[in-house]
């Protein structure tokens, strides 16, 4: 696997300490394509790439990407992954291309997301582009274009949300941006 991580500026406006949404600690934490965390007000980039990635035994995905950009007065987050093959409880979920994109100013924050060629256990579903958009699957749900907005007003875009309960929790092209800061990554799980 080939990767890659880059960043301009100093290293004092990264920060790496997370937490996990529910506060609750998961029994594995794992993720793949994660810029860190830019500092609000911080002119930088923080970029992460990786040709092919995955969780074993959960999901594989190929040209990962995330890159976090700040300006003294807007953060733009945006990520990405091709070839989506994600296995959660026995239900297969695919799709061709995912995106995330969120952008803060100090008026507020819009987020967005494109899913292309999705389908659940090899059948095509449609993709209506409207925030928060549910799909039952067995056990759970599957949420398209999640979008959440923290008290902090930091908006988090999540291009697909699978979250079956006591089994997994997988955020695909999660996007933050917000204030207080902005993240990106391509692969976020709990399980």
Not at 18 to 45: E, F, I, K, M, N
Not at 107 to 123: M, Y
Not at 144 to 160: F, M, S
Not at 181 to 190: I, R
Request: net charge negative; with cysteine; glycine share 14%.
């Amino acid at each position: 696997m080939a990767c890659s991580q880059q960043r301009a500026a100093s290293p004092s406006s990264r920060s790496d300490a997370g937490s996990w949404a529910g506060g609750h600690a998961p029994r594995y934490d794992r993720g793949a394509g994660s810029t860190g965390t830019l500092a609000a007000g911080t002119s930088d980039v923080l970029q992460a790439s990786d040709t092919t990635g995955g969780i074993a035994s959960l999901l594989t995905g190929e040209a990962l990407h995330a890159v976090t950009i700040g300006y003294p007065d807007q953060i733009d987050s945006e990520a990405s992954l091709a070839a989506l093959a994600l296995n959660v409880a026995g239900t297969s979920i695919g799709a061709d291309f995912v995106m995330s994109r969120a952008t803060a100013v100090a008026g507020g924050a819009l987020g967005a997301s494109n899913i292309d060629g999705l389908s659940i256990n090899g059948a095509p579903i449609p993709v209506t582009g409207d925030p928060n958009q549910t799909i039952g699957i067995p056990g759970g749900l599957l949420v398209l274009n999640e979008q959440q907005t923290l008290p902090d007003g930091t908006l988090v875009v999540n291009a697909l949300h699978a979250i079956v309960s006591g089994v997994a929790d997988v955020a695909v092209a999660s996007a933050t941006a917000g204030l207080s800061g902005g993240s990106a990554k391509a692969v976020q799980a709990s399980y």
